[in-house]
């Protein structure tokens, strides 16, 4: 797309609705990291490289580590994750890729291992909150600028 819409302008009403859920999962008791790694996989896997910019600044000046982002899209073999996180960003990989993957009860019960049900259904909420941002993004061609 050579030309970016002012959807934020043209479509404020929605925006508006799509930043109040971004507010309300904020409120909710999920580590800052892990919401923000929850963002950037999700990002990589759409590549929106937008999202990607904006959730990698947040996850550094969390303190996040370069290392662990550089290493990200590969983390089934980075050691830099702990269990629990790759039970997340398994989690993530499958519900982004819910159409062709779909959600195998192992995965569930992989992260069950670690959180909660109510974790598990605030990880979902993200994950897909997440993919609603991408796909505005992209499809309105929102790009990183210089």
């Not at 999962?25 to 963002?39: G, Q, W, Y």
């Not at 830099?80 to 039970?87: D, H, R």
Request: glycine letters at 4%; charged letters at 25%.
């Amino acid at each position: 797309m050579e030309k970016k819409i002012d959807y934020m302008t043209l479509g404020r009403d929605g925006v508006s609705l799509m930043n109040e859920f971004d507010a309300y999962l904020n409120t909710l008791d999920v580590d800052p990291l892990l919401r923000e790694l929850i963002k950037i996989r999700t990002s990589q896997i759409n590549g929106c490289a937008y999202c990607l910019d904006v959730h990698t600044k947040v996850a550094l000046n969390l303190g996040e580590t370069p290392r662990r982002l550089m290493v990200l899209s590969a983390w089934k073999d980075a050691d830099v994750f702990s269990p629990a996180e790759k039970s997340v960003l398994n989690l993530v990989d499958h519900v982004t890729r819910v159409s062709t993957e779909g959600v195998p009860t192992e995965v569930y019960d992989d992260v069950r291992l670690y959180y909660s049900d109510t974790e598990y259904v605030v990880f979902v909420f993200i994950i897909n909150h997440m993919n609603a941002w991408n796909r505005l993004s992209i499809s309105m061609g929102n790009r990183v600028v210089k």
